[in-house]
């Protein structure tokens, strides 16, 4: 099979790969570029494990082909950590996480989210949020870990 070469930023840095075009973008990030934190649950776009920040939005990379992300933006959990971003330690503060497969799925939606209301409500954090799987949790804590980051946001 022919190979395409994907030209993308991951976490600030350039990229630059010979792919099969048959990739998705999550065999892209967890295998080419070890990008373990982006999980596979479902992969049929039903859980939110697999989600990534794509140019800003939250994206089920377990549906989309990596040469979609040609020219693009991708943020994992890793270029989340890496910034220090403040919803990981609301979610470790709040006892948000118990196995943790589901929790950068959540955390990159809720990222999406405050970045574009960082005044959302409990109710806007829940609709948000209902396409993301846990179970474990039970969400309660996870809606406050994001409300937590909100009402900093709010200072
Ligand atoms: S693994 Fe992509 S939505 Fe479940
Ligand atoms: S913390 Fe285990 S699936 Fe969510």
Known sequence: MKKYLLKCQVNGKNIEREIRPDKTL??????????????????????????????GRAVNSCLMMAAQAHGKKIITIEGL???????????????????????????????????????????????SLAGNLCRCTGYKNIIKAVGKVRKKCLK
């Open 26 to 55: 999550l065999e892209f990030i967890r295998e080419d570029l070890g990008l373990t934190g982006t999980k596979e649950g479902c992969g049929e776009g039903e859980c939110g494990a697999c989600l990534d920040l794509l140019d």
């Open 81 to 127: 950590r890496d910034e220090k971003n403040p919803l990981i330690d609301s979610f470790a503060k709040e006892a948000a996480v118990q196995c943790g497969f589901c929790i950068p799925g959540f955390i990159i939606k809720a990222e999406e989210l405050l970045s574009e209301n960082p005044e959302a409500t409990d109710d806007e954090i829940k609709e």
